[in-house]
């Protein structure tokens, strides 16, 4: 059959597809060149990767045939040769270690245990190389974790259970502290202690119990001890008040008796110039009738005269309304007796 027949006239051939042929070269070399690349950062955390990863705080540590290399990385991407050379990250930044479950024996025989105590440290970035060479990448194993141990020992060892439970229970930190700070930088001058934190130890029940009574008793008597002193203080308080209002009635008392004596001094000082007022007058009134009395008495005396004395006896009998009879009327009238005051020697010898 001819094939030409099922196929109609004038149509082209459909064209080739790609897949039908065979692949092309370079396929393969991309292909390998990617799976030499992505392998190795797959198994990146076995040591066999070509390109590996130290992460930030972190510096990275090589070893080559067991050997340590002075070769010190930063964060960020890295080249190595795999199976040869193992990496270790190494932190340099601030990190704890919790050090946990110590027991320690008291100077009187009493076994104690801290739950945890805390350590703040760092690794200085240009001590990485020295430190990782004397003590391995485990480093804070030996420097902080078993010197830890050492140290609570020995403290515990040294002193009573009063003593660590109590009190210098508050000075544990700092001793930890300088004693670990102290070992370091003689041996490990790399390693700074920033500060250490000491949970409470734990002791046995029966002498907690009596810790906590002994507690129980002591609250007791400083409330007791609060309580006189608010009643101490609210006598004072009292006191002070009663104290404050005597002063404050006797300060009233003062200015009131000031005052009445002020206004009895203003009535004696009135009264004082009502009476020199009146004495001034007085004696003003005296003054003045004493200078008439004198005045006419001076008047007087210049009146005094015979004649004057004449005329007014004269006067006077004549002013008299009585009318005498008898034998002795001129006697009466010109009784010496009483004309003798008014006239002088020379003018009775003249009556006569």
Same mark, same amino acid.
């Given at each position: 059959?001819?094939?030409?027949?099922?196929?109609?006239?004038?149509?082209?051939?459909?064209?080739?597809?790609?897949?039908?042929?065979?692949?092309?070269?370079?396929?393969?070399?991309?292909?390998?060149?990617?799976?030499?690349?992505?392998?190795?950062?797959?198994?990146?955390?076995?040591?066999?990767?070509?390109?590996?990863?130290?992460?930030?705080?972190?510096?990275?540590?090589?070893?080559?045939?067991?050997?340590?290399?002075?070769?010190?990385?930063?964060?960020?991407?890295?080249?190595?040769?795999?199976?040869?050379?193992?990496?270790?990250?190494?932190?340099?930044?601030?990190?704890?270690?919790?050090?946990?479950?110590?027991?320690?024996?008291?100077?009187?025989?009493?076994?104690?245990?801290?739950?945890?105590?805390?350590?703040?440290?760092?690794?200085?970035?240009?001590?990485?190389?020295?430190?990782?060479?004397?003590?391995?990448?485990?480093?804070?194993?030996?420097?902080?974790?078993?010197?830890?141990?050492?140290?609570?020992?020995?403290?515990?060892?040294?002193?009573?259970?009063?003593?660590?439970?109590?009190?210098?229970?508050?000075?544990?930190?700092?001793?930890?502290?300088?004693?670990?700070?102290?070992?370091?930088?003689?041996?490990?001058?790399?390693?700074?202690?920033?500060?250490?934190?000491?949970?409470?130890?734990?002791?046995?029940?029966?002498?907690?119990?009596?810790?906590?009574?002994?507690? !129980?008793?002591?609250? $007791? @008597?400083?409330?007791?001890?609060?309580? *006189?002193? &608010?009643? =101490? +203080? /609210?006598?004072?308080?009292?006191?002070?008040?009663?104290?404050?209002?005597? !002063?404050?009635?006797? $300060? @009233?008392?003062?200015?009131?008796?000031? *005052?009445? &004596?002020? =206004? +009895? /001094?203003?009535?004696?000082?009135?009264?004082?110039?009502?009476?020199?007022?009146?004495?001034?007058?007085?004696?003003?009134?005296?003054?003045?009738?004493?200078?008439?009395?004198?005045? /006419?008495?001076?008047?007087?005396?210049?009146?005094?005269?015979?004649?004057?004395?004449?005329?007014?006896?004269?006067?006077?009998?004549?002013?008299?309304?009585?009318?005498?009879?008898? /034998?002795?009327?001129?006697?009466?009238?010109?009784?010496?007796?009483?004309?003798?005051?008014?006239?002088?020697?020379?003018?009775?010898?003249?009556?006569?």
């Amino acid at each position: 059959m001819d094939s030409s027949r099922g196929i109609p006239g004038g149509v082209p051939p459909p064209p080739a597809r790609v897949g039908d042929g065979p692949p092309a070269p370079n396929m393969f070399a991309m292909v390998a060149v990617g799976l030499a690349i992505l392998l190795p950062m797959a198994v990146a955390g076995t040591n066999l990767a070509i390109l590996h990863q130290i992460p930030e705080g972190h510096v990275g540590v090589y070893w080559r045939g067991g050997a340590l290399l002075n070769t010190i990385s930063g964060p960020g991407f890295h080249l190595m040769i795999p199976f040869l050379t193992r990496v270790e990250p190494i932190q340099v930044t601030i990190q704890t270690d919790q050090v946990m479950n110590i027991p320690c024996g008291t100077k009187g025989g009493v076994m104690l245990e801290f739950a945890k105590i805390e350590v703040v440290n760092r690794l200085r970035k240009n001590y990485v190389y020295e430190t990782i060479l004397n003590f391995g990448v485990h480093y804070d194993k030996t420097w902080i974790y078993d010197k830890i141990h050492h140290e609570i020992n020995q403290f515990c060892s040294g002193h009573t259970l009063q003593e660590v439970y109590i009190d210098k229970f508050d000075q544990i930190d700092e001793m930890m502290k300088e004693a670990i700070q102290r070992d370091c930088t003689q041996y490990a001058p790399g390693i700074e202690i920033i500060g250490v934190r000491v949970t409470k130890p734990t002791i046995p029940h029966s002498i907690a119990r009596n810790y906590e009574i002994m507690e !129980e008793e002591r609250t $007791k @008597v400083l409330i007791a001890v609060e309580k *006189q002193k &608010v009643a =101490e +203080k /609210e006598a004072e308080t009292l006191k002070k008040r009663a104290v404050t209002d005597a !002063e404050k009635d006797a $300060k @009233v008392s003062e200015i009131l008796m000031s *005052q009445r &004596v002020r =206004e +009895k /001094e203003s009535i004696k000082r009135q009264q004082e110039i009502e009476n020199e007022i009146f004495l001034a007058r007085e004696k003003s009134l005296a003054d003045a009738n004493f200078y008439r009395v004198m005045r /006419e008495a001076d008047a007087n005396k210049l009146k005094l005269t015979p004649e004057f004395l004449e005329l007014k006896f004269i006067e006077a009998v004549g002013n008299n309304s009585k009318m005498f009879f008898g /034998e002795k009327l001129p006697n009466i009238v010109l009784d010496q007796r009483l004309l003798g005051n008014y006239f002088g020697p020379e003018n009775k010898k003249q009556i006569s």
